[in-house]
């Protein structure tokens, strides 16, 4: 099992910027050999996937929801063992509780989630 734990999140105005960090620990040799990524959830809706990274061999890849491609950036630190997601231009309706997860086989399947970052922007 792998631990995840989320930070960063907080109350923003809008067009601002806020870094949300996932540090991964437990039986993992590095996070490199896992897919991560960040969903969030606002409230009454459904959680939904906002980024992803994986590695193929020595090839990383990131994939994001519609709603923050060209304003959200995944990137990741092997040697850290943390995910990154960059936020910036953010939107009122970014507000949502963000979530760190992973998995062998992510986004296909996620095996591990964190408690969750509250993220809040003001109009």
């Known amino acids: 099992q792998v631990q995840l734990v989320e930070s960063g999140g907080g109350l923003v105005q809008a067009g601002g910027s806020l870094r949300l960090s996932c540090v991964a620990s437990g039986r993992i040799f590095s996070i490199n050999a896992l897919g991560m990524g960040w969903y969030r959830q606002a409230p009454g809706k459904q959680r939904e996937l906002v980024a992803s990274?994986?590695?193929?061999?020595?090839?990383?890849?990131?994939t994001y929801g519609d709603s923050v491609k060209g304003r959200f950036a995944i990137s990741r630190d092997n040697a850290k063992n943390t995910v990154y997601l960059q936020m910036n231009s953010l939107k009122p309706e970014d507000t949502a509780v963000y979530y760190c997860?992973?998995?062998?086989?992510?986004?296909?399947?996620?095996?591990?989630w964190g408690k969750g970052t509250l993220v809040t922007v003001s109009s």
């Open positions: 997860a992973a998995g062998t086989a992510f986004p296909r399947r996620v095996d591990d």
């Open positions: 990274i994986t590695s193929v061999g020595s090839a990383t890849y990131a």
